[in-house]
């Protein structure tokens, strides 16, 4: 079948780095896919598309309203009719959805989180089939957006590297590396994060020598997370890296990951964390609720962030072992749970149920 992968956006970002390989496991399944964004942003998903060999369509080199990016997409559709739109993520759904009305084709739905827009809701009747990232954006999908069970598919976005190279173990002694990777955004809590940091410190001088927070990203918050630094007075503690594509290499050089955002879905950063042998620390959210399990992966930042990060501090000052430990689990986990041919039978399970509701095509 033809596919128009339709995104809204090759901005850096879990979703956008998970399109390779979507991309090649439904080429590799006998179907033909064309990536099409609405509009560029920062473009941190090319240097993977390329990497792939993957081309890609933008319709716009910058934010445009519904109507233009509409007509400009239907212009594609007049050469290159699919016989499927594959959205992903919600101004990507709300195109998709309107264009599939007007060409009366079949509409998939991506969901990469467990939140939603007003209008992703209203309209969600209009996508044929639903596709969470996670079990816990499917959970989401049938619970808050009162999809039914049988309009909603699974695709874990995270495939485990047995090759990954693996951390060396915290000797106990040396600065405990703890980082993250993420868009400079709030939905990720980082200005939390510098302020809870901020006040341990403040409270506990004897860490100040002993901690180093390395945040990997970019996005809008910058300067607010620039001036929290020198706010909570940790020049030197914690740095904002900005954006790399050697996300491997920076976390086998930590010794703890941490993810404290509001909310997530499959958090592929987190997950590739784990398949080095990093212990985490996250929010209990999206799919993160899952794979962080308190006492065996990682410790989980319930409640108040600086009481929760104080608590796990404590914890791995007192036991430095602890680490290597939760370390060897989570990666244990991963590769259970996130084989390549899990990530491949996902893809193949939902082309067979959307063909089971389909009607023929015609030639």
Same mark, same amino acid.
């Given at each position: !079948?033809?596919?128009?992968?339709?995104?809204?956006?090759?901005?850096?970002g879990?979703?956008? +780095?998970?399109?390779?390989?979507?991309?090649?496991?439904?080429?590799?399944?006998?179907?033909?896919?064309?990536?099409?964004? &609405?509009?560029?942003?920062?473009?941190?998903?090319?240097?993977?598309?390329?990497?792939?060999?993957?081309?890609?369509t933008?319709?716009?080199?910058?934010?445009?309203?519904?109507?233009?990016?509409?007509?400009?997409?239907?212009?594609? &559709?007049?050469?290159?009719?699919?016989?499927?739109?594959?959205?992903?993520?919600?101004?990507?759904?709300?195109?998709?959805? &309107?264009?599939?009305?007007?060409?009366? /084709?079949?509409? =998939?739905?991506?969901?990469?989180?467990?939140?939603?827009?007003?209008?992703?809701?209203?309209?969600?009747?209009?996508?044929?089939?639903?596709? *969470?990232?996670?079990?816990?954006?499917?959970?989401?999908?049938q619970?808050? !957006?009162?999809?039914?069970?049988?309009?909603?598919?699974?695709?874990?976005?995270?495939?485990?590297?047995?090759?990954?190279?693996?951390?060396?173990?915290?000797d106990? #002694?040396?600065?405990?590396?703890?980082?993250s990777?993420?868009?400079?955004?709030?939905?990720?809590?980082?200005? #939390?994060?510098?302020?809870?940091?901020?006040?341990?410190?403040?409270?506990?001088?004897? @860490?100040?020598?002993?901690?180093?927070?390395?945040?990997?990203?970019? *996005?809008?918050?910058?300067?607010?997370?620039?001036?929290?630094?020198?706010?909570?007075?940790? #020049? *030197?503690?914690?740095?904002?890296?900005?954006?790399?594509?050697?996300?491997?290499? +920076?976390?086998?050089g930590?010794?703890?990951?941490?993810?404290?955002?509001?909310?997530?879905? !499959? &958090?592929?950063?987190?997950?590739e964390?784990?398949n080095?042998?990093?212990?985490?620390?996250?929010?209990?959210?999206?799919?993160?609720?899952?794979?962080?399990?308190?006492?065996?992966?990682?410790?989980?930042?319930?409640?108040?962030?600086?009481?929760?990060?104080?608590?796990?501090?404590? #914890?791995?000052?007192?036991?430095?072992? =602890?680490?290597?430990?939760?370390?060897?689990?989570?990666?244990?986990?991963?590769?259970h749970?996130?084989?390549?041919?899990?990530? /491949?039978?996902?893809?193949?399970?939902? !082309?067979?149920? @959307?063909?089971?509701?389909?009607?023929?095509?015609?030639?």
């Amino acid at each position: !079948m033809k596919i128009h992968y339709l995104v809204t956006s090759l901005e850096t970002g879990g979703t956008g +780095f998970a399109i390779p390989a979507i991309v090649r496991t439904l080429q590799k399944l006998g179907h033909d896919v064309s990536i099409i964004a &609405c509009e560029p942003r920062d473009l941190g998903s090319v240097p993977r598309l390329t990497a792939a060999g993957l081309s890609y369509t933008l319709l716009s080199s910058k934010r445009r309203l519904l109507p233009l990016i509409l007509t400009k997409y239907l212009a594609v &559709c007049r050469t290159d009719r699919p016989d499927i739109i594959w959205t992903s993520l919600s101004f990507a759904n709300l195109v998709g959805q &309107c264009a599939a009305k007007i060409l009366r /084709v079949p509409v =998939i739905s991506f969901k990469h989180s467990a939140s939603v827009k007003g209008y992703t809701y209203r309209l969600r009747n209009l996508s044929d089939l639903w596709v *969470g990232d996670s079990q816990s954006v499917v959970d989401f999908i049938q619970e808050k !957006m009162h999809i039914s069970s049988d309009k909603v598919m699974p695709w874990p976005l995270f495939q485990c590297d047995e090759n990954a190279p693996r951390i060396l173990p915290w000797d106990g #002694q040396s600065r405990l590396k703890i980082g993250s990777v993420g868009r400079l955004h709030e939905v990720k809590q980082y200005a #939390q994060l510098i302020d809870a940091l901020g006040s341990i410190l403040n409270k506990s001088e004897h @860490f100040r020598t002993k901690l180093q927070l390395t945040i990997l990203g970019n *996005g809008p918050d910058q300067k607010l997370l620039e001036d929290k630094i020198v706010e909570n007075n940790l #020049q *030197g503690i914690v740095e904002l890296a900005g954006f790399s594509d050697n996300v491997q290499d +920076f976390l086998a050089g930590l010794h703890v990951y941490i993810q404290p955002s509001r909310y997530e879905g !499959m &958090c592929l950063a987190l997950h590739e964390a784990m398949n080095v042998g990093l212990p985490v620390m996250a929010t209990p959210v999206g799919e993160m609720r899952n794979a962080v399990q308190k006492g065996k992966t990682g410790f989980t930042l319930s409640g108040d962030i600086e009481h929760a990060l104080t608590s796990a501090l404590d #914890q791995i000052f007192s036991d430095p072992s =602890i680490l290597e430990t939760y370390g060897n689990q989570a990666r244990e986990y991963v590769l259970h749970k996130y084989s390549q041919q899990q990530f /491949v039978n996902a893809a193949e399970r939902i !082309m067979a149920k @959307f063909s089971e509701t389909q009607p023929p095509i015609a030639d």
